[in-house]
């Protein structure tokens, strides 16, 4: 029961929870950045080329055309697909980064800690200083 109570303080720290809730705001969007580059800057720059930006092959070998109207047996470098993905990452990068630099700035800068008060006399120097001021009357 011990490593299972650890386990559930270890899951419930703000830190594994943001990291979770970070992972799936992630993925989502990843899933916009991909539809935005394959919907919106792949057919941009397909027109430089007069092609779709995914569909950009090198052919290193010529394959065959079978009776159901299929490519068999060619062999390419898909680089096109490739390109896509580069671009889906450097998006996502590059957000990811200025998010990451948004929140460093709004965070509060770390006061330093107060100096610590000089220490005063103890309570047995005080006691000496009575006695002789008094000695002296």
């Known amino acids: 029961m011990g490593m299972?109570?650890?386990?559930?303080?270890?899951a419930m720290k703000g830190n594994l929870v943001d990291i979770a809730v970070g992972f799936v705001m992630g993925a989502a969007f990843k899933q916009v950045v991909t539809s935005f580059t394959g919907g919106i800057v792949s057919p941009l720059i397909g027109l430089i080329f007069n092609a779709?930006?995914?569909?950009?092959?090198?052919?290193?070998?010529?394959?065959?055309?079978?009776?159901a109207g299929?490519?068999?047996?060619e062999v390419a470098?898909?680089?096109g697909d490739?390109?896509?993905?580069?671009?889906?990452?450097?998006?996502?990068?590059?957000?990811?980064?200025m998010i990451v630099k948004g929140l460093n700035n709004m965070?509060?800068?770390e006061e330093p800690?107060?100096?610590?008060?000089?220490?005063?006399?103890?309570?047995?120097?005080?006691l000496a200083q009575?006695?002789?001021l008094l000695a002296k009357k």
Do not use: C, H, W
């Open 4 to 10: 299972l109570k650890e386990f559930k303080d270890f």
């Open 52 to 67: 779709d930006l995914k569909d950009l092959k090198y052919i290193a070998k010529e394959g065959v055309v079978d009776e």
């Open 70 to 73: 299929k490519v068999v047996g």
């Open 77 to 79: 470098i898909l680089y």
């Open 82 to 97: 490739f390109l896509t993905n580069v671009i889906d990452f450097i998006i996502v990068a590059f957000v990811m980064f």
């Open 107 to 109: 965070k509060k800068k």
């Open 113 to 126: 800690a107060p100096a610590a008060a000089p220490a005063g006399p103890s309570q047995e120097e005080l």
């Open 130 to 132: 009575i006695r002789d």
